[in-house]
């Protein structure tokens, strides 16, 4: 199943065909006047707009750093503590109290809404929508744990094929098993990574995780671009939802030199590839021929070139589309951060050379991925300092090992 994974994951018809930024991407803005906002960011030829909530415009050059906006800390926890409290008090009735917990669910206050729950279960011990919530589901007249009957019914079904597994994920969602939901959906994503409902029914799952490899390095060194593409294969691909395609610029935006016909004209053609974290060579595939520009080969999602590395909690780093001959690791090595891999290159179902990666979790499904401590160079060429963010289609990057300076 691995082998067809990577294989499949290998998919790359131009030089990128993939949104990963579909949702809206929110940010923390630190100013050089140390205000600090977070919101929804859109990134214009001079200045960038903050809705945070109401609109701000921010000229590139005070802007010190970006990262992705940090979990509560225990000042705001206090306060959304504080709020739950006032609602708790006009809690009545069993439909009031799931209101709450509802609320407090949201916030990501778990031991509040559990309470909540608990509040409308002592006034109606049957009251459905607060049993689910809790993750249970009747059966023969006993509320029981939902996640313990479904893995049962997982076991039970005959045929095991995506739209059974979605189903009884649906089943797992609504009875408040979400662990179990999440990897029925994987599994389903595993027979049939193109399972448009899977897909959909997953994000909630993929947006929500947070990746625990860390810290997280580029796997390219200098100035590199990830491309956009209104295409939105990736989109289309429970393993490559979050991937992307990475190309190298030179000083003027361009990404090769001549008419773009060879492989040599292509900057990031044979440039060195490097593993993003400490881990363990998981599949390395090789042997295959790079393609000549804009010619795909016959089954072509055999042909390419690849590393796969497995890090703490079973994430994995993909690096596909890998030059002929430069693979420089193999399979069950330990390789460290920063360690060469091997070497950009245009194999496999790529018209053009390309970096291709991504980084997966739970049976091989993307995942959000975020780095550590590089830069972005805004439309108007100011270069910004990006202390943790997950890197973004259309966004020129620079990474050096020494660090942003």
């Not at 589901?137 to 997982?154: F, H, L, M, N, P």
């Not at 610029?249 to 590839?273: H, I, M, R, S, T």
Request: with cysteine; charged share 30%.
């Amino acid at each position: 199943m691995w082998t067809r994974a990577l294989t499949i994951a290998a998919l790359a018809m131009s030089v990128a065909l993939a949104t990963n930024t579909e949702e809206k991407v929110r940010l923390q803005v630190t100013l050089y006047t140390g205000e600090v906002l977070q919101g929804t960011v859109t990134f214009k030829s001079s200045y960038l707009e903050v809705r945070a909530p109401g609109k701000k415009k921010i000229k590139y050059a005070a802007i010190e750093s970006l990262a992705e906006i940090p979990p509560p800390d225990e000042e705001a926890l206090e306060k959304l503590r504080a709020t739950y409290a006032r609602k708790a008090e006009k809690a009545a009735d069993p439909k009031d109290w799931l209101r709450v917990g509802v609320w407090a669910a949201d916030k990501g206050l778990d031991d509040e809404a559990k309470r909540s729950y608990e509040q409308a279960l002592a006034l109606d011990p049957d009251f459905a929508d607060a049993q689910h919530r809790l993750g249970r589901i009747k059966v023969g007249g006993e509320w029981v744990d939902s996640a313990t009957v479904i893995a049962t019914e997982r076991r039970e079904l005959k045929t095991v094929d995506p739209d059974a597994l979605v189903k009884l994920a649906r089943r797992a969602e609504d009875h408040g098993a979400p662990d179990t939901a999440r990897m029925l959906l994987c599994e389903a994503l595993a027979l049939d990574p193109w399972d448009k409902t899977a897909i959909k029914l997953s994000r909630k799952y993929t947006e929500a995780y947070r990746q625990r490899t860390l810290p997280l390095q580029f796997p390219l060194h200098g100035r590199w671009h990830a491309s956009p593409d209104s295409s939105r294969h990736h989109q289309l691909k429970g393993f490559a939802i979050y991937a992307l395609d990475i190309m190298k610029p030179d000083a003027e935006g361009k990404l090769w030199k001549n008419d773009g016909k060879e492989l040599d004209d292509y900057y990031c053609f044979g440039e060195p590839v490097y593993a993003v974290a400490p881990g363990v060579v998981y599949q390395v595939t090789e042997g295959f021929t790079d393609n000549p520009i804009g010619e795909i080969p016959e089954d072509a999602l055999k042909k390419h070139n690849g590393v796969s590395i497995l890090h703490e909690n079973g994430e994995q780093s993909w690096y596909l589309h890998l030059k002929m001959g430069s693979i420089k690791v193999r399979e069950g090595e330990h390789v460290e951060a920063g360690q060469q891999v091997g070497e950009v290159g245009n194999s496999g179902n790529t018209g053009r050379p390309h970096l291709h990666f991504t980084l997966a979790q739970w049976a091989m499904t993307s995942i959000p991925w975020h780095c550590d401590d590089y830069a972005i160079v805004a439309p108007d060429g100011t270069r910004i300092r990006v202390t943790r963010a997950f890197p973004r289609e259309g966004w020129t990057i620079e990474y050096s090992p020494e660090g942003t300076k």
